[in-house]
């Protein structure tokens, strides 16, 4: 089989409008392998009205509840005929979980009704979710029960890293894990130096001063109380830092009142919100001279592959599946999970002649993979998959 004629739908319980790690995975995919051959999306109604005409590939929304308590729809695929009847008409070849619940397990029951092989991406670390959420241990150990159920029902299971891989072994699934790498659509563009200017004009962004910029959902677990205290430190030693804070979650309330809290210098600590506009995004990466990323939570954040693209190195947990990536003083930094051991690593980092120039070019040589060298890797194991997923059906007709 060739694999760029391969036909593929990409299943996930969350889409745009939200924007993720995962729903950017999961459109890259869509998008590049519909180049060739064929990809879909299948995804739950959203909350509000969003249309997907602008996509290249067919998006199709399935059946979903709106809960009034909850930033997501919930999807019931299941009760959805019309899903069943498109997915029977695109004569596929594979389907792609990307989430181990209600979209991905209609993914991986269908796909065996079809006849043809599921694969599904452990992405996120569901047991630090549920935590967060409900703040229960025992319901957190049966979601993950019911999770290793689902990745124990597909054919193949793939990791983002192989830190991941070992946290959905830790959860108890025991089968084997093939790890595929995120990407990035960021490169380098043709005149950094104006979008530069525009990104430091528009969010006032100090020329002279050492910029550290974060990335991500504006939730606790990411290590956001770490990052606000890491900065009190730099914050009272010197004026020469700045900070910007990029996104918004359920924690953003929270979060902003700590910072107010801690009393920093007027300008000093920036909340810019989500930014939707990947250009403007782009602008303030080219505008930063450090990624301050601690989480312990984030398995493979595309953030960080994001910035390396644009010549920007991270500062990440040692230790940590988002370290995963990087080689320390080569292509990032890391230090351990305390405010003064941060602090003391950034001092280093700004304080050492030529270490962050260096740094960054191997943050751009090592890390900033693009989603057009990760895709064709994608589209050669879903050859592989469809092939073994034949030849074991032969042996058994």
């Known amino acids: 089989m060739d694999p760029k004629k391969i036909r593929s739908a990409q299943f ?149 890293s192989a830190g991941t891989a070992d946290t959905l072994r830790s959860y108890g699934f025991r089968g084997d894990i093939a790890v595929m790498d995120n990407g990035t659509t960021y490169e380098m563009p043709a005149d950094p130096d104006a979008m530069r200017k525009k990104a430091e004009t528009a969010f006032k962004i100090p020329a002279d001063k050492h910029i550290m910029l974060f990335v991500g959902h504006q939730i606790w677990h990411k290590n956001l109380k770490l990052i606000l205290d890491t900065f009190k430190l730099l914050d009272d030693h010197s004026d020469d830092y700045r900070l910007f804070l990029v996104g918004n ?81 080569i292509s990032g930094f890391t230090a351990e999970e305390n405010k003064v051991a941060m602090f003391r690593e950034i001092l280093r980092i700004f304080g050492t002649e030529g270490l962050l120039e260096k740094v960054s070019e191997g943050a751009r040589r090592e890390v900033a993979k693009t989603w057009k060298e990760i895709v064709p890797q994608v589209q050669e194991r879903y050859a592989e998959i469809i092939e073994k997923y034949n030849f074991k059906h032969r042996k058994e007709l």
Request: charged letters at 25%.
């Open 12 to 160: 996930n319980d969350t889409y745009f409008p939200i924007v993720d790690g995962v729903v950017q995975t999961v459109h890259n995919y869509a998008e590049l392998m519909n180049q060739t051959g064929y990809s879909c999306v299948v995804t739950p109604r959203p909350m509000t009205e969003f249309d997907d005409s602008d996509k290249s590939y067919e998006v199709f929304r399935t059946a979903s509840l709106k809960l009034p308590i909850a930033e997501y729809a919930t999807p019931m695929p299941r009760f959805d005929n019309k899903v069943k009847q498109f997915l029977e008409n695109r004569n596929l070849d594979i389907f792609h979980a990307h989430s181990p619940f209600m979209e991905g397990t209609f993914a991986a029951s269908y796909a065996k009704k079809l006849g043809i092989p599921s694969v599904a991406t452990f992405h996120s670390k569901y047991y630090d979710d549920v935590i967060n959420i409900t703040g229960s241990k025992a319901i957190a150990k049966l979601v993950t029960m019911k999770i290793v159920r689902f990745y124990k029902s597909v054919d193949f299971v793939w990791a983002c």
């Open 249 to 329: 979650g359920y924690d953003a309330e929270a979060i902003r009142k700590y910072a107010d809290e801690q009393n920093f210098k007027d300008g000093h600590v920036n909340f810019v919100g989500r930014i939707s506009d990947r250009e403007v995004l782009q602008g303030l990466y080219l505008s930063a001279d450090l990624l301050f990323f601690p989480s312990v939570y984030d398995n493979s954040p595309l953030v960080v592959r994001e910035a390396a693209s644009m010549g920007v190195p991270s500062l990440l947990t040692v230790g940590s599946n988002a370290a995963e990536v990087v080689r320390k003083d």
